[in-house]
């Protein structure tokens, strides 16, 4: 074959090819945008999108079962541990009778009093946790802050308050 004798051109082949092009670009942008939406629009990059994603997730699941009052799935949510009763004694440092102080519906020490519902405000990462800002039963002057290690799953008490806004 010579340069004389180059194939006909398919305009029909072309045209195909351009819109296989066009529409797996779209998808893939159509994927992004979907995927910063699920993960609850986080200002950070893709690749930690997913630890957004389960952080939130695990948040929810837990303040789900306080508000159902439901300290031991919670306290096993907590730890990531829906066993903890089998071996109670791996966790001295926030034993159960404290957190049941700490989140009981009608114990002194809870400072949100019974929790009847929760909203995600914020979420950054800082360092390798997932810090979050949530506003408990609407309540705009004392707002709950949790982080969420990515590697064990496990809530804390944030010791950093991330701003939330006036």
């Known amino acids: ?17 351009q819109n296989l092009l066009y529409g797996a ?6 994927l992004f945008i979907g995927g910063w939406l699920v993960s609850g629009m986080p200002v950070d990059w893709p690749w930690r999108w997913w630890t957004h994603f389960r952080g939130r997730m695990t948040v929810n699941h837990f303040l789900t079962a306080v508000e ?25 440092a926030y034993p159960f009778d404290r957190f049941q102080q700490d989140w009981s519906s009608n114990s002194s ?46 809530l804390g008490f944030s010791p950093v308050e991330l701003y939330l806004g006036p």
């Open 25 to 30: 670009v779209g998808l893939l942008v159509v």
């Open 109 to 154: 020490a809870n400072e949100y009093g019974a929790i009847q519902s929760h909203k995600i405000l914020a979420a950054r990462m800082s360092g390798n946790v997932l810090l979050m800002g949530i506003r408990i039963n609407g309540r705009q002057s004392k707002n709950l802050f949790i982080d969420y290690d990515p590697q064990t799953h496990a």
């Open 68 to 92: 159902q009052d439901d300290l031991q799935k919670a306290y096993g949510v907590w730890f990531h541990d829906p066993n903890w009763q089998q071996h109670a004694n791996n966790y001295p």
């Open 1 to 17: 074959m010579t340069l004389l004798d180059a194939p006909v051109f398919d305009a029909a082949r072309e045209r195909r090819n």
